[in-house]
Each structure stands twice: as structure tokens, then as C-alpha cells.
């Protein structure tokens, strides 16, 4: 709905809820009341701002189970959802990132990567798209951890730290996007600084240094490919709760039950 159409649609609901008897001020309070109303059935609202709205003890007749995700521009998650209905409903709705993990994990398959691998690419910036954007390896690693390998757990987590130090040896030049968004002479700070050199002495170095090799940072917009070509890998690869992704009580459940948050939509 456009700012016209707003605007057109509460003034057809003010002609239709006005009485003749009405002053100017109370015909202005219901306009706004009116715009509130429609605001808040057009736009994003968390469920912090619908407490009372809804009964605590009416939040499993939301669609979904999902009454943090309640939102009109989005379909309803399943009763249990997986991976991929979290990719297919949610992050490759509204970011575009989506595309980005999708194309890195497949220029990993292309490469010849183990499928944990592949899957470590897929999920490496799971946490940008979805959930937070500070700090996203650790959040993101956090968030599979109890899912996957605990090398591609690993592997997630510190592919942050390396992206910022090129290995032209091993074919990993320094990002020209970093330079464009951080300049020329930026440097990490130390806690990048000592996450990278504790990854580059840890036996699962390699692991998270190929991923920041399959990050596409010039990833094409005009090319799509589709979550269910993982769908062997996923099923091989990712541990799916039988409560589904969010209600099987793991430390990362309630990250997966906050995605995605309406600030997130790009």
C-alpha cells in the first residue's frame, strides 16, 4: 500500500465512522485513530507491541506457533519448521543476502568442497540475513552449532576474522568491497586481530579459511538458485530437531524463533 492509498483508504473509513454531529477535533482524533489502525495492519509490529492485543494464552492459535512472527507480509512458518522453510518463508523473502549464501554454497559445490563445507557456506552469513549483523560469524556459528559438525560450526565462526587478511598463497586476495566500505588503510580491531591468529594455528584452519575463498562478494543478481538444490546436503548434514527449527529447547532456539525481525527487511 502506498502513502496515497493510506491516506485515500482512511479518509473512505472516516466518511464511513464520522456522524454529522461530530466537532472538528473528534473528527481529526478518529482520522488518526483510523490511520493507527491501518498502519498497524500494513506495516511490521513485534510482539512486543501487540501485548494485549493477544492473550497470553492464545498464542497457539497463531498461524505457525509464531507469534513473534505475526507478520502480514510474510506466509505463516509451518507447525515444525525446517531449514529450508526458514530459507523459503523468510530469508530469501526479505533480504537479499539470500541469494548471496545460496550462490557461495553453490561455487563451493563447484569446487569440489566436502558437503559440510558446502553446508558452512551456505550458513556462513546466516546471521547477517537473518538475524544480527555485529560480530556475524559468532553469532551465526552460535545459532547452528547444536545443527551441524563442530568443524562447520567452527568454520562459520572464523571465517569472520580471516575475510580481513588476504593469502594471495592460497588464492584469497583482500576484498575489493572491504576497501570501497572500510578505506584503504583499515585496520581490524584486536579481537579480530587474535580470532585470526588463533584460527590460522587451529587444525580446522583451512576449513573456515575456504569459505572466505567461496564468499562471493560480487555475487549476480540476475542469477537465482534455489534452496531445494541443497536439499540432499541439508538432509545429510543438518541435524532437523523433530520439534522443529525453535521449539526443540537447544541454546539457539529462541535466536531461531526471532527471525526475522521487521527491522530487518532491506
Not at 526479505?94 to 563447484?110: D, E, M, T
Amino acid at each position: 500500500m502506498t502513502h496515497e492509498e493510506l491516506v485515500a483508504e482512511a479518509h473512505r473509513l472516516l466518511a464511513e465512522k464520522a456522524t454529522p454531529d461530530m466537532a472538528v477535533d473528534e473528527r481529526d482524533d478518529l482520522l488518526e485513530r483510523i490511520m493507527m489502525g491501518l498502519l498497524d495492519r500494513k506495516v511490521a509490529k513485534p510482539f512486543f507491541g501487540r501485548i494485549g492485543e493477544i492473550g497470553a494464552g492464545d498464542w497457539k492459535s497463531v498461524p505457525g506457533r509464531y507469534l513473534m512472527h505475526d507478520e502480514p507480509r510474510l506466509p505463516p512458518m509451518p507447525e515444525k519448521p525446517t531449514l529450508i522453510d526458514y530459507f523459503e518463508r523468510r530469508i530469501l523473502l526479505v533480504h537479499r543476502g539470500g541469494q548471496h549464501l545460496l550462490q557461495s554454497a553453490r561455487l563451493a559445490q563447484k569446487n569440489g568442497l566436502p558437503e559440510k563445507l558446502v553446508l558452512g557456506c551456505l550458513l556462513h552469513d546466516i546471521a547477517v540475513v537473518a538475524h544480527i549483523r555485529s560480530d556475524h560469524g559468532y553469532y551465526g556459528a552460535q545459532l547452528i552449532e547444536p545443527y551441524v559438525d563442530e568443524e562447520t560450526a567452527w568454520a562459520v565462526r572464523y571465517h569472520q576474522a580471516l575475510r580481513f587478511f588476504p593469502e594471495p598463497q592460497l588464492g584469497y586476495e583482500y576484498p575489493e568491497l572491504y576497501t570501497r566500505a572500510f578505506g584503504e588503510d583499515y585496520v581490524p580491531p584486536a579481537y579480530i586481530q587474535r580470532a585470526a591468529d588463533h584460527a590460522r594455528n587451529h587444525k580446522w584452519y583451512m576449513s573456515a579459511r575456504l569459505i572466505t575463498m567461496n564468499d562471493l562478494y560480487s555475487f549476480d543478481p540476475s542469477v537465482s538458485v534455489n534452496v531445494r538444490d541443497f536439499e540432499d546436503i541439508i538432509g545429510r548434514h543438518f541435524k532437523q530437531p523433530e520439534e522443529g527449527l525453535g521449539f526443540d529447547n537447544s541454546p539457539s532456539s529462541h535466536m531461531w524463533r526471532s527471525i526475522i525481525w521487521p527491522n530487518n527487511f532491506l
